[in-house]
């Protein structure tokens, strides 16, 4: 089987749905795919259900694998176990199946009163990006946490506190990845160990960068997408590959 190398990569976006942050990511991995990244709704307070519906129109026609990052790799789940036709592989980085801070219980009853205003926004896009913080990068992600409205953003993150889609991850049947960050600190390691352990055959890739490795490191993110789509999904070449080497 040769590999569609119009392969088209469908990008769920984190907790600001914009779809303003993968620019770098999509010249990376351009011309060979092609980068569709589903912005949501800036002012509707929309749960995993409704932006699900809100995805599936949006779909490609053709061949494609869904990129789901932090705040919709549970989406990237959901819909990854419809089976849509032409859906060839799911790859999920830097996320969670289920509450990705257990500990902090009681969180989701204090979201509606923290503070959401241009230095919290300033903080977070720093805190986010730890020693990989730019000044470019920076900026990028204060715009993308400015345009969309204080209630949609907590009412996302209090989705984040209350889903579980741990039973719908464990019966998907096609080729999945992980991109995981070893800076991250906000999506601690034991959320991609506790997706490992239901699909032992998951690819588990660790990369040095912050929580947003997408933006951070596109260049290292694009090749891992592209070596994934080239050999998960081609297994004569994979296995060639592996007699070569």
């Not at 257990?102 to 805190?127: M, Q, R, S, Y």
């Not at 997706?195 to 929580?211: G, K, N, T, V, W």
Request: overall charge negative; aromatic content about 8%.
């Amino acid at each position: 089987m040769k590999i569609n190398m119009a392969h088209t990569i469908v990008l769920l976006p984190g907790l600001d749905g914009t779809g303003i942050l993968y620019q770098q990511l999509a010249q990376q991995l351009a011309p060979e795919y092609e980068l569709q990244v589903i912005a949501y709704p800036l002012d509707q307070l929309l749960d995993y259900s409704e932006l699900l519906d809100f995805i599936r129109p949006q779909l490609p026609e053709h061949p494609f694998v869904v990129l789901a990052e932090s705040f919709s790799g549970p989406l990237g789940i959901l819909l990854a176990a419809e089976q849509p036709h032409n859906l060839t592989a799911l790859v999920l980085c830097a996320t969670f199946g289920r509450n990705p801070l257990p500990a902090f219980k009681g969180l989701i009853h204090a979201v509606d009163k923290l503070p959401w205003n241009e230095l919290v926004h300033h903080w977070t896009a720093l805190w986010l990006q730890g020693r990989y913080a730019s000044a470019e990068l920076s900026a990028l992600l204060e715009k993308a946490l400015t345009m969309v409205s204080e209630p949609v953003i907590k009412y996302r993150a209090k989705q984040v506190l209350q889903v579980d889609v741990l039973k719908e991850f464990a019966t998907l049947t096609l080729p999945l990845m992980y991109l995981q960050a070893r800076q991250d600190w906000l999506i601690w390691a034991f959320n991609a160990k506790a997706l490992l352990q239901l699909q032992p055959d998951m690819q588990l890739i660790r990369l040095d960068a912050p929580h947003f490795l997408l933006q951070a490191i596109p260049e290292q993110a694009a090749a891992q997408l592209k070596q994934f789509i080239q050999h998960q999904l081609n297994p004569r070449q994979a296995t060639e590959d592996a007699v070569l080497a």
